[in-house]
């Protein structure tokens, strides 16, 4: 089995950083892209940034300059450093990993996500 663990979460002023963490364990035989995706109170699940195995990064514009988006492939973890924080940031925010299980073919696999509150 595979899993995808986000951890980081919590309540922070405006302008303030947080930095979340999700890590893949289980039967992995490769991991490729890796993101993070966030629903905020009323809205839809968007996209907030996205990196490659191999490093190329995508971000959200609404983010960009303010988030940035790194990754161990050691440990297969990924993480998101979130600086200068805003009320609109607060959302749950999903780790997503692109997973070739051992034995199994790619897809998908969400974490079960972690709240973000900025709030003074």
């Known amino acids: 089995q595979v899993q995808v663990v986000e951890s980081g979460g919590g309540l922070v002023q405006p302008g303030g950083s947080l930095r979340l963490s999700c890590t893949a364990s289980?039967?992995?035989?490769?991991?490729?892209?890796m993101g993070w995706h966030r629903q905020c109170p009323g809205k839809q699940r968007e996209l907030v940034a996205t990196?490659?195995?191999?490093?190329?990064?995508n971000y959200a514009q609404s983010i960009k300059g303010r988030f940035t988006i790194s990754r161990d492939n050691a440990k297969n973890t990924v993480y998101l450093q979130m600086n200068s924080l805003e009320p609109e940031d607060t959302a749950v925010y999903y780790c997503?990993?692109?997973?070739?299980?051992?034995?199994?073919?790619?897809?998908?696999?969400w974490g079960q996500g972690t709240q973000v509150t900025v709030s003074s």
């Open positions: 990196i490659t195995k191999g490093g190329t990064i």
């Open positions: 997503n990993a692109e997973i070739i299980p051992v034995g199994g073919s790619l897809r998908g696999f």
């Open positions: 289980g039967s992995i035989f490769n991991i490729y892209t």
